[in-house]
């Protein structure tokens, strides 16, 4: 595990440094977020039916988001990987004595750590302390937010995994625009990050449910909200860990697959 | 025998497209390849402690002999066998014993101090504490790195770069070391560094060394055995004096002498590169002419003040084997 530990210490002390990035990030998530929330807040004031969601969950979600974004956006990505696939220097990688998958894994890993941390502590201290309707409501009971903590952490696995497959793809299209593209439009949609998932239709809720993108983040913000009870959360970390073994399995064949394959570019 | 090649056969597809646009459109439906035969059928093997010269002209393959053994590329045909280990098969265990230099590539984490790579190459690796000290501390003192280490490598030059990069090709002390074109792009003072370096380890280390390089003085400075190969083929595999001998029969022969306007008589076996009033410059062939003859005809003609023989330079001696190969 050593080495899988060093790339992602690397990694995280490295990423630490990108504080303006920080800044900037955090000034739109701000606004994101407020925008969103009048948004809900405008349907929440007007609607006659009883909507899946109250405003205060609602908004929990989406402050959840945004301050966990670089954990939960699939468009955050690593063009050092791509560069290494696309200019040659994979070559250099492919003769270390460790597993590839691993080792990206870590990087990619500790990357989204790092700028999340950045991000989400200022967001946090700020969004607690906003007046009504804004604030960030806290977990109704200390169960809840553990549950919130462990199935965050899972749902951060899984998307890593997810977004390993977008890596993988470059061997052979050469260029991640493609796959990255569709996977981050598909994938973020599926997770709920445009219309959190309950608001959906009941047909477009299946599909949601059928994919893995929701475990990231629809899935732990309503545990933390209390929207999903107890006990179907405890259940839902069990397919977590099932989604997470075949996402792993999956882009471990196929990396297998493509290395098999793999064409050195530049001589 | 620490490296057994067999046979190695390995073949690349290639896009083909001519230029316009009718013919990028037409290549949206249909594509052509042809199929590049990068190496074909080569062997040889390589005893331990030898520092091999791996040449050939641009695209003959000596990259991709590389990369097959150091096990990046599986070939298609063929076998590879190094230290006991088929090198694409159990990647993970053959390559704690190879250190590979790519001259093209990097390898250093490119935002990061030199250092932080190297400690992440030590961890890669499982090289112990007190191996990657005495290590770290003998590379740093001969490729001359104290004071670039804590430096970020984007911003040191290439020569500081490639010091760098072969250091961290040989922290976890491998045995075998694949340097390919590790003098690319050097001026001379850093190349002469690069090569004494190589040199001095290759003996302290007793490693195995094979070594792609257009420079031919890099050659001629650390090889003991050459093989030459082109178009995928080997031609050449043999000691750098037998290729002398067989090949660099020629001398320059540059003899100056008090100005004289006697047309001079060099009637025996030479050729004539230049002749001013005070020097003549002649390629004899050893093989078919007799230098002091020459020298003592000359001196009967004139009176000699300098005279000089010279081999010829290994890099005329490798045209000529292109040559006559034809590659």
Known sequence: MKPYYSVLRLRLVHGMQYRSAAFAGMATQFFWGFMYIMIFEAFFSHTNSNPPMTLEQVVAYIWLQQAFLALIALWFRDNEIFDLITKGNIAYELCRPCDLYGFWYAKLLAQRISAALLRSIPILLVVFILPEPYRLTIPENIETLLLFVMTMFVGLFILVAISMFIYISVFLTMSPTGSLLMLGVVGEFFAGLIIPIPFMPDWLQAIAYALPFRWTMDFPFRIYSSNISETDAWVGLGIQLVWLFVLVSLGRIALKGALNKVVVQGG | ?327
């Open chain 2, 1 to 327: 025998m620490v490296i057994r090649v067999n046979g190695l056969a390995k073949s690349f597809k290639v896009a083909k497209r001519s230029s316009g646009l009718t013919e990028a459109l037409k290549a949206l439906f249909y594509r052509k390849h042809t199929i590049v035969q990068a190496l074909q059928d080569i062997s040889f093997s390589i005893e331990p402690g030898e520092i091999v010269g791996y040449i050939g002209p641009n695209g003959a393959g000596k990259s991709t002999t590389i990369k097959v053994m150091s096990g990046i590329l599986v070939p298609d045909q063929g076998t590879c066998e190094i230290m006991g280990f088929t090198p694409w098969k159990n990647r993970a265990n053959y390559v704690k014993n190879i250190g590979v230099v790519f001259g093209q590539r990097s390898q250093l984490w490119w935002d990061v101090p030199v250092i932080d790579s190297f400690e992440l190459l030590k961890d890669i690796y499982k090289v112990s504490y007190h191996d990657y000290q005495e290590n770290l501390t003998m590379l740093i003192d001969l490729l001359n790195l104290k004071d670039i280490i804590h430096t970020p490598v984007r911003q040191l030059s290439l020569g500081q770069r490639m010091r760098c990069e072969i250091a961290a090709s040989l922290i976890h002390n491998p045995k075998i070391l694949f340097l390919d074109e590790p003098t690319i792009g050097l001026d001379a003072v850093s190349k002469i560094a690069v090569r004494k370096f190589i040199q001095d380890y290759a003996k302290e280390k007793k490693v195995t060394v094979v070594l792609t390089t257009h420079d031919m003085s890099d050659i001629e400075a650390l090889a003991t055995r050459i093989i030459l190969i082109g178009k995928g083929q080997l031609f050449y595999d043999g000691s750098v004096t037998t290729l002398r001998e067989s090949y660099g029969s020629q001398k320059i022969l540059t003899i100056d002498y008090q100005k004289s306007n006697v047309e001079l008589d060099t009637s025996l076996q030479s050729l004539i590169l230049s002749k001013t009033e005070e020097r003549i410059i002649l390629r004899v062939d050893t093989k078919t002419a007799n230098v002091s003859k020459i020298i003592g005809q000359l001196s009967s003609q004139v009176e000699l003040i300098d005279v000089s023989i010279e081999a010829e330079p290994i890099e005329d001696i490798i045209i000529k084997l292109y040559k006559e190969y034809q590659i």
